[in-house]
Nanobody, 128 residues
Framework: QVQLVESGGGLVQAGGSLRLSCAAS????????MGWFRQAPGKEREFASA????????YYADSVKGRFTISRDYAKNTVYLQMNSLKPEDTAVYYC?????????????????????WGQGTQVTVSS
């Protein structure tokens, strides 16, 4: 049973920082693409960032590039999203997700439909 558990969300003022964590368990995640998506009220879920578990390749949406940094800790089986210079428009529920990038190499990392496993989400609220 694959489990992804997010933590680290909260309320922060504009310009502040938060670090989200995604603890993965239930299998070996080598070859997996780990992604962060977000969904604001009344909007569709959108891609924020992704990382290849073993290769360390990172990907960012234009809206977060230069402000967010994704990373992973092999020993802790955890993926992080460091969010700096937060803006009110970053307010959303943030979800961690995963899929096997080796088996499903034709899938696109920026497409939510590519991901097979999802966490429960963590709320991030940025006040102006």
């Amino acid at each position: 049973q694959v489990q992804l558990v997010e933590s680290g969300g909260g309320l922060v003022q504009a310009g502040g920082s938060l670090r989200l964590s995604c603890a993965a368990s239930g299998r070996t995640f080598s070859n997996y693409i780990m992604g962060w998506f977000r969904q604001a009220p009344g909007k569709e879920r959108e891609f924020a960032s992704a990382i290849s578990w073993s290769g360390g390749n990172t990907y960012y949406a234009d809206s977060v590039k230069g402000r967010f940094t994704i990373s992973r800790d092999y020993a802790k089986n955890t993926v992080y999203l460091q969010m700096n210079s937060l803006k009110p428009e970053d307010t959303a529920v943030y979800y961690c997700a995963a899929y096997n990038g080796l088996v499903y190499y034709r899938r696109n990392y920026y497409n939510a439909a590519s991901y097979d496993y999802w966490g429960q989400g963590t709320q991030v609220t940025v006040s102006s």
